[in-house]
């Protein structure tokens, strides 16, 4: 079952920066430590604008493909929710119609689950395990 | 559609999903053998293929792919249907 909404992902390809341009935005939001998830070749951070998160995604393995997506498309590029169960919930997606990118654990979350998922249509969710 | 057709489709869906001009696909190639094969690009890849040919392709049978040749066996046999 989906609980919330977590965040947004944002492909950037220097975090800091990207701290920075967001805080233009809102000055006074809070910054998370920055996670080095090197399952993906990702270093990621959070920012946080009241109860919304944006978690800036920034790919350090220049072969992978999502570098070469922010090469070509950098911006907002996933939904981050949180579910209580992600096994049942990556089934029941399934049976939707998503397709099983991959399944890990994250630092970003207490090494919990985590699994990323794309439909037809391309838009990309990341189940987010909250027990 | 015979597998060397298949295959040369393949070859320009590989090269287009993972913009890479130098890919030449063979019934032995696996993941290992491209930098940018990987498991997000991997679904782009079945999106792209399953569109292209007109089929759809189950969990199991994307896990199960070892190498190009398994793939393009998969897409004969339900082209072929």
Known sequence: MILSVHHVGCLVPNI??????????????????????AAQQ????????????IEFVAPYGAETFLYKILQ????????????????????RLEKEGYRLINQFRSSA????????????????IELIEMR | MDANQILNELNNIFRDVL????????????????NE???????HLVLDIEQHFKIRFTT??????????????????????
Not at chain 1, 16 to 37: C, K, M, N, Q, W
Not at chain 1, 42 to 53: H, T
Request: glycine share 6%.
């Open chain 2, 60 to 81: 199991p049978e994307i896990q199960g792919w070892k190498n190009v040749g398994e793939m393009v066996s998969n897409i004969e046999k339900k082209t072929n249907r």
């Open chain 2, 37 to 43: 094969w990987d498991s997000l690009s991997n679904i």
């Open chain 1, 42 to 53: 990702v270093k990621v951070c959070f920012f946080a604008i009241g109860a919304m998160n």
């Open chain 2, 19 to 34: 913009n890479n001009k130098k890919i030449n696909l063979s019934a032995a190639t696996t993941a290992k053998d491209i």
């Open chain 1, 109 to 124: 979350f207490n090494d919990n689950y985590c699994a990323f998922l794309l439909n037809n249509e391309r838009h990309m």
């Open chain 1, 16 to 37: 800091e920066e990207a701290i920075a341009d967001y805080r233009i935005l809102h000055p006074s939001g809070t910054v998370s430590e920055i996670f080095d998830i």
């Open chain 1, 72 to 91: 070509k498309t950098p911006g907002f590029y996933h939904i981050g929710v949180y579910t209580s169960d992600i096994k049942e919930e990556i089934a």
